[in-house]
Nanobody, 125 residues
Framework: QVQLAESGGGLVQAGDSLRLSCAASGRTFSSYTMGWFRQAPGKEREFVAGIRWSTGSTSYADSVKGRFTISGDNAKNTVYLQMNSLKPEDTAVYYC??????????????????WGQGTQVTVSS
């Protein structure tokens, strides 16, 4: 079992920055795939960014490219999502997720076996 705990959400103004953290505990492996997703009210959960522990390769949704950066600290089993130039449309509950397989497609919700409880990000205009 793997437990994930997100933190760092909050209420900010458009143009501000936030850094989300996702701490993993329990059974963790260096080959894991980690992802950040978000879900706004009335909308489906969508992919934001992903990273593979083993290679450091990353992927981003088009809507956040150039503004968000995903990174990981293996020693701390923690993944970060640095969010800059936030927009009101970034408002959502942000979830981190992980799967022990290193080859899964980043953007598919169904590929992730473990999920955190989510952290709210609200961006006011």
């Amino acid at each position: 079992q793997v437990q994930l705990a997100e933190s760092g959400g909050g209420l900010v103004q458009a143009g501000d920055s936030l850094r989300l953290s996702c701490a993993a505990s329990g059974r963790t492996f260096s080959s894991y795939t980690m992802g950040w997703f978000r879900q706004a009210p009335g909308k489906e959960r969508e992919f934001v960014a992903g990273i593979r522990w083993s290679t450091g390769s990353t992927s981003y949704a088009d809507s956040v490219k150039g503004r968000f950066t995903i990174s990981g600290d293996n020693a701390k089993n923690t993944v970060y999502l640095q969010m800059n130039s936030l927009k009101p449309e970034d408002t959502a509950v942000y979830y981190c997720a992980t799967d022990p397989r290193s080859y899964v497609r980043f953007a598919e919700v169904r590929n992730y076996a473990y999920w955190g409880q989510g952290t709210q990000v609200t961006v006011s205009s």
